[in-house]
């Protein structure tokens, strides 16, 4: 079912909406309906911010374990900690950067997107 309405723009709006219709080559008709419908992808923008958070957390963790094992190799190549220590300290930095892993894992997994655009149909009625 169609419903017909009657919209008023100012020019600069007028001006702007003839001009998106002639660079995509829909009618005004299918612009204004593509762009209404395009409010989902800003719902597909947050969940790829929510996304683009998760790594940048997860990259920050693991500079942060990075540099530790960094300290670690420095003082075992000037001999101040024992080996054994530096073993152990190796060993539970590893031990927090699996369980990041994981987690990252199954956020990662959880957070799917459909990216594929709709395709739009324009249809012409013409007015008898």
């Known amino acids: 079912m ?3 309405r009657n919209m008023y723009f100012d020019k600069e709006e ?6 998106l219709s002639k660079q995509t080559g829909l ?7 593509h762009l209404l419908r395009s409010s989902k992808y800003l719902e597909m923008a ?5 996304h683009n958070n ?9 500079h942060r374990i990075g540099n530790n ?10 001999d101040i900690t024992k080996h054994e220590e530096s073993q152990e300290s190796i060993k539970k ?16 997994f ?6 594929a655009p709709k395709k739009f149909k324009t249809i012409k009625v013409e007015n008898e």
């Open 27 to 33: 009618s005004k008709s299918a612009l204004l309906r």
């Open 46 to 50: 947050s969940k790829l911010e929510k």
């Open 69 to 78: 094992i960094n300290q670690i190799a420095y003082h075992l190549n000037i």
């Open 2 to 4: 169609k419903i017909r």
């Open 14 to 19: 007028y001006q702007i909406m003839q001009n």
């Open 93 to 108: 930095e590893l031990a927090e950067l699996l369980p990041l892993l994981k987690e990252y894992k199954n956020k990662a």
């Open 54 to 62: 998760l790594i940048n957390e997860f990259l920050a963790e693991i």
């Open 110 to 115: 959880k957070a799917t997107l459909d990216i």
